[in-house]
C-alpha cells in the first residue's frame, strides 16, 4: 500500500508533472508530441493490473462470505443507483445545453460537413443492448483477462467466487492464497504509481503540443458549459447524496486527490481504478462490495460521459440550425439510458454511441454533425473522466451505506485525516 506521506508527495509531483506538460505543448509542441509513450506507457502499466486485481479482489471477498444471495442484492442495488444518477446527469445536461446554447451562432451549413473525418465511428457497428450483455459472457476465461475486459472479468470472478464459498473449508486454502497473491499485486501498483509523474507528464504534453490551446477558442463556450455543469453536478447532485450517507463529499475529494491528478493528467480514469478500490476499502467500506461496485460502475455509472452525450447532442443540432422538439429530447434519453452502457467498452465508443444517438432520430440531425465535436472531444475528456471517477467513488460510498457495509465511525476518521493509515 502506498503510505500516507508517499500518497502526499505522490499528487505534488503529478501536479507539478501536469504544469510542466502544459508549458511544454505550449512552447515546444514539437518535442511536447514526442513525450506521448510515457502516458500510453503508464496507463498501459496500470491496465496491465485491473483484471488480476478485480478478479482476486472480487473472489476473496465474495469466497469469504457466508451468504451467496448478499451478492445478487449488493449488484441490484447499484445498478438501480447507476440508472438513477446517470439519468439525472443526462437531464442535467440537457437543460443546460438547452438554457445556455452554446452552439447558438456558429450556423454551420450541414452540406459542408467532412463525412471522411467521422466515418470510422458512423460506419462502425455499434453494440445494441443484447450484445452489450452476451459481451459480457467471455468466450474464454483465458481470453477476457487477455483483453483486459472488466465486465467478463467480474462476472467470471463471481461464479469463481460463489464456488468457492460454497466449498466451505475445502475452498479456504484457495481464498486464503489469492489473498496473499492480492498483497502482492497491490506492492506492484505501488511500484507502478513511483511512474505516475512521468505518466500524466507524457500525456498532458502530447495532448497540448498535438491539438493546442489557441484554436480552441471557437469552441470554448461548449468546453467551458461542459465543464461548469460537471462541477455543478459534482458540488450539488453528488454532495446530496453523500449528505444522505451522514458524510461530505470535500473530505471525501480530498481522499482522493491523487486519484484525481492521476485522470486529469491521463484523461483516463481506468488508471487511478486500483487505488481508487484500495482507499475506498480503507475508508470503511465492505471489502467484497468494493470489489463489486467499483467495476460495475466503470461500465454502468458514467455520469460524465451521460451530461457529454446529451450537450453534444444538443450543441450539434444548435450548431446546424436544427429544432429539436421535446419528443426529439426524451428519444434521445431514451436511447442513451441503454446505449451509454457500451460507451466504455471499446476506444472510440463514446463517438460510436453519439453516432447510434443521432441515427435513431431519422436524418432529423445528420450523423456526420458529430464531426463539430471532434476537435474539443480531447480536451473534454478530461472532465468526463475525473466526474466519473468521483461518481463512482461517491456511488460505491452510497451502496455501502444503503447495504449497511459502511464503518461511518471509521469514514469519519480517515476522511479528518487523523488516521490516514488505519489500514497500513
Known amino acids: 500500500m502506498i503510505q500516507a506521506s508517499q500518497s502526499k508527495s505522490l499528487y505534488i509531483q503529478v501536479l507539478i508533472a501536469i504544469v510542466a506538460g502544459v508549458l511544454l505543448g505550449y512552447f515546444w509542441p514539437d518535442i511536447a508530441v514526442q513525450m506521448q509513450p510515457f502516458g500510453d506507457g503508464f496507463v498501459k502499466l496500470v491496465r496491465m493490473m485491473i483484471a488480476p486485481i478485480i478478479f482476486i479482489t472480487v473472489v476473496v471477498g465474495i469466497g469469504k462470505l457466508t451468504d451467496t444471495a448478499e451478492v445478487g442484492r449488493i449488484g441490484l442495488k447499484a445498478i438501480i443507483y447507476f440508472e438513477v444518477l446517470t439519468t439525472v446527469a443526462m437531464l442535467v445536461g440537457l437543460i443546460v445545453g438547452h ?29 445494441g443492448a443484447a450484445d452489450f450483455l452476451l459481451a459480457i459472457i467471455p468466450d474464454t476465461i483465458v481470453g477476457a483477462f487477455a483483453r483486459g475486459d472488466i465486465l467478463p472479468v467480474l462476472f467470471f470472478a463471481v461464479l469463481f467466487g460463489i464456488a468457492l464459498a460454497h466449498l466451505g473449508e475445502r475452498g479456504r486454502s484457495v481464498v486464503h ?40 477558442a471557437q469552441l470554448g463556450i461548449l468546453m467551458l458549459c461542459f465543464y461548469i455543469t460537471c462541477a455543478v453536478f459534482i458540488f450539488v447532485v453528488m454532495s446530496t447524496v453523500m449528505r444522505m450517507t451522514g458524510l461530505r463529499l470535500w ?13 486529469l493528467g491521463t484523461s483516463s480514469s481506468e488508471a487511478a481504478l486500483p487505488t481508487l478500490m484500495e482507499k475506498l476499502e480503507r ?31 444538443t450543441f450539434i443540432a444548435q450548431a446546424l440550425n436544427i429544432p ?6 426524451v428519444v434521445i434519453l431514451a436511447v442513451l439510458l441503454l446505449t451509454s452502457k457500451g460507451a466504455a467498452a471499446v476506444t472510440g465508443g463514446g463517438f460510436i454511441t453519439l453516432a447510434a444517438t443521432l441515427a435513431t432520430l431519422n436524418g432529423k440531425v445528420p450523423v456526420a454533425g458529430i464531426v463539430l465535436v471532434l476537435a474539443i472531444d480531447r480536451f473534454m475528456s478530461e472532465a468526463r473522466a475525473i466526474t466519473n471517477l468521483f461518481g463512482n467513488s461517491v456511488a460505491t460510498v452510497f451502496v455501502a451505506w444503503w447495504e449497511g457495509q459502511l464503518d461511518i465511525e471509521q469514514a469519519r476518521r480517515v476522511l479528518a485525516d487523523r488516521e490516514l493509515a488505519l489500514a497500513e
Open 177 to 216: 492464497f489469492l489473498d496473499d497473491a492480492g498483497a502482492a499485486l497491490f506492492g506492484i501498483i505501488g511500484m507502478i504509481m513511483r511512474v505516475a509523474p512521468l505518466g500524466a507528464f507524457g500525456a498532458m504534453s502530447f495532448t497540448i503540443g498535438r491539438y493546442g490551446i489557441g484554436a480552441l
Open 324 to 329: 429539436l422538439s421535446w419528443g426529439d429530447y
Open 99 to 127: 438554457v445556455i446554447e452554446p452552439g447558438h451562432g456558429l450556423n454551420v451549413d450541414p452540406a459542408s460537413l467532412d463525412q471522411s473525418a467521422v466515418a470510422r465511428y458512423t460506419n462502425a457497428p455499434h453494440q
Open 283 to 313: 475508508l470503511g467500506c465492505n471489502r467484497p462490495l468494493v470489489g463489486l461496485v467499483v467495476p460495475l460502475g466503470y461500465a454502468f455509472n458514467l455520469d460524465g460521459t451521460s451530461i457529454y452525450f446529451t450537450m453534444a447532442i
Open 251 to 263: 473530505p471525501l475529494l480530498k481522499y482522493i486527490r491523487e486519484e484525481f491528478f492521476i485522470v
